[in-house]
C-alpha cells in the first residue's frame, strides 16, 4: 500500500508532464519571444537598449535572468587532442541523413498552429498587389492572417502548441523504423555474401 501512495504521485506528474501544453509565442510586433511548458517553465528572450538582449527563465519557484552577450572573461583554452577520422559508408551516411530530415519533419508536423499572423511589404507596389489574391486564398482558416502593408513594415506573430507527449510519440516511432530498417539491411547483405 505505501508503495501506490509514493508511485501514484510520481505517475501524476509525469502524465502532467507528458500532456501539458509546450508552447513557443513570436511577435516581431510586441519584441516578445518566448518558449515554455504551461505550469512548469517559461523562457524569454527580451531585447533591451543597454543590454541587447535578456533572457528571462521562470521555473516553479524560481526566476533567474541572464544576459547573454555580455563580455566574459577569457580563460585558457587546452590544447585538444586531433581525432582521427573514420571514413564511413556513403550510404549509411546517407539514410542517417534522411532519418533524421524525416524526423525533424514529422516532429515540426506534431506542433499546432493556434494563430499565425505575417504582415508584409515588399518594397514594390506591384509586388505588393500579386501578393493580396494570393494571401486571400491562404486566410481560409480563422487562425492564420496574411496580410499586405504599404508602410515598409515586415511583422511576424507565431503561436505554437504541442505536447511532450506527441514529440516523444513521433521520436519513437521513427527510432523503431530505423532499427526495423537496419535489420532488413543487415539481412540482406548477409544474403547476398552467401549468394557470392
Known amino acids: 500500500m505505501?508503495?501506490?501512495y509514493i508511485l501514484a504521485p510520481l505517475l501524476a506528474i509525469i502524465v502532467w508532464l507528458l500532456l501539458a501544453t509546450l508552447y513557443i509565442r513570436v511577435s516581431t510586433v510586441n519584441n516578445t519571444y518566448t518558449v515554455g511548458l504551461k505550469g512548469f517553465f517559461k523562457i524569454s528572450l527580451l531585447p533591451d537598449e543597454k543590454e541587447y538582449i535578456i533572457i528571462r527563465i521562470r521555473i516553479v519557484?524560481?526566476?533567474?535572468?541572464?544576459?547573454?552577450?555580455?563580455?566574459?572573461?577569457?580563460?585558457?583554452?587546452?590544447k585538444k587532442k586531433k581525432k582521427i577520422k573514420v571514413?564511413?559508408?556513403?550510404?549509411t551516411g546517407l539514410f542517417v541523413f534522411r532519418y533524421f530530415l524525416k524526423l525533424a519533419i514529422s516532429a515540426i508536423r506534431s506542433w499546432k498552429i493556434k494563430s499565425l499572423k505575417i504582415n508584409i511589404d515588399t518594397g514594390d507596389v506591384i509586388k505588393n498587389?500579386?501578393?493580396?489574391?494570393i494571401f486571400v486564398g491562404v486566410n481560409v482558416?480563422?487562425?492564420?492572417?496574411?496580410t499586405v502593408n504599404y508602410q515598409s513594415e515586415m511583422n511576424?506573430?507565431?503561436?505554437v502548441e504541442n505536447n511532450l507527449f506527441r514529440i516523444l510519440k513521433v521520436v519513437l516511432l521513427a527510432y523503431f523504423k530505423y532499427k526495423i530498417f537496419i535489420r532488413h539491411g543487415n539481412k540482406f547483405r548477409r544474403n547476398t555474401q552467401q549468394g557470392h
Open 2 to 4: 505505501i508503495w501506490i
Open 156 to 159: 511576424l506573430e507565431v503561436d
Open 61 to 78: 519557484g524560481f526566476n533567474s535572468v541572464f544576459y547573454p552577450l555580455k563580455p566574459i572573461e577569457k580563460k585558457t583554452r587546452k
Open 87 to 91: 571514413r564511413k559508408n556513403k550510404m
Open 141 to 146: 482558416k480563422k487562425n492564420i492572417n496574411f
Open 129 to 133: 498587389a500579386y501578393l493580396i489574391p
